[in-house]
């Protein structure tokens, strides 16, 4: 992401924006102001919050904000290259170069706000640390702080920014670690195996997704039910806690324990 910012960093503030749009209806996340109002105004240039890419006017009164999720690529076209015909979102620069976001894919999951600097900034405020380079010393501190489940805290953006349910899958049974185990009760050397994890899991997710594999491809874990464990072969289980479906091995990562459905059981409390 780092690498993205600079590249696009000077390019972007070359020219005015001549026309902002159009924009996939499932990648434009907000109405207000609209994306008209870019029109006429030059960026400042790029900058970066975790995983966001941030475009802030240099009137200093609108932003642009980016966040492209694992399969959406950002590019800078320069005047005459030619882009892809239906783009997730587009700007066209005044003298004709663009800035194209593209999704690879059927789900859209890239998104793009157009936000008042106030609102960038609660937007981005509640945001954790970056998942991935976290580290077992920041991340056994996070841990010590609340007793949660494990599933459920490091699906938490406000805690860690960058892990969703089915990356929460995947680390944890790389990690040989119980969903249900709560932060508090990780032992040093448990939290050392969940940061490393974390890295192992999350980089090789992008790689994958860099080549283009689809959700089959890149899960192990997470929707494969009853399929063998990579590591031990025992079929993969799932329960429903929250509001989500958790997937995990019941060999490695329970002790041959089977999970309750957490629903179910507050139901019959
Ligand atoms: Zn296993």
Redesign the pocket.
């Known amino acids: 992401m780092e690498a993205w910012r600079r590249a696009l960093d000077g390019p972007v503030s070359a020219f005015p924006i001549e026309k902002a749009g159009p924009a996939h209806i499932a990648t434009l996340k907000t109405i207000d102001p609209p994306l008209a109002a870019l029109e006429g105004r030059r960026l400042s240039g790029a900058q970066r919050r975790a995983k966001r890419l941030l475009f802030p006017t240099d009137d200093g009164e609108l932003v642009l904000l980016v966040h492209l999720m694992t399969a959406g690529r950002l590019r800078y076209l320069p005047a005459g290259e030619k882009g892809p015909k239906t783009p997730a979102f587009r700007l066209r620069f005044q003298g004709g170069a663009e800035l194209v976001l593209t999704e690879a894919g059927k789900k859209k999951r890239a998104g793009v706000w157009l936000l008042t600097p106030e609102e960038a900034e609660s937007e981005l405020a509640h945001l954790g640390p970056e998942a991935l380079g976290l580290g077992a010393q920041r991340l056994g501190e996070i841990l010590a702080t609340e007793s949660r489940r494990l599933h459920s805290l490091l699906r938490d953006q406000r805690v860690i920014a960058g892990i969703g349910r089915a990356w929460a899958n995947e680390i944890l049974h790389a990690a040989r670690l119980s969903p249900y185990a709560l932060s508090k009760d990780v032992t040093p050397e448990e939290v050392e195996r969940l940061a490393a994890a974390i890295d192992t899991e999350l980089e090789r997710g992008l790689e994958l997704r860099e080549r283009g594999a689809n959700d089959k491809r890149t899960y192990r874990v997470h929707t494969a039910l009853d399929e063998p ?1 990579y ?2 072969g ?1 079929p993969i289980a799932r329960v429903d806690f929250e509001e989500h479906t958790i997937y995990y ?1 019941p ?2 990562q329970t002790a041959g324990r089977v999970l309750k459905d957490r629903r179910l059981s507050r139901l019959l409390r």
């Open positions: 464990c590591v031990c025992t091995c060999d490695c």
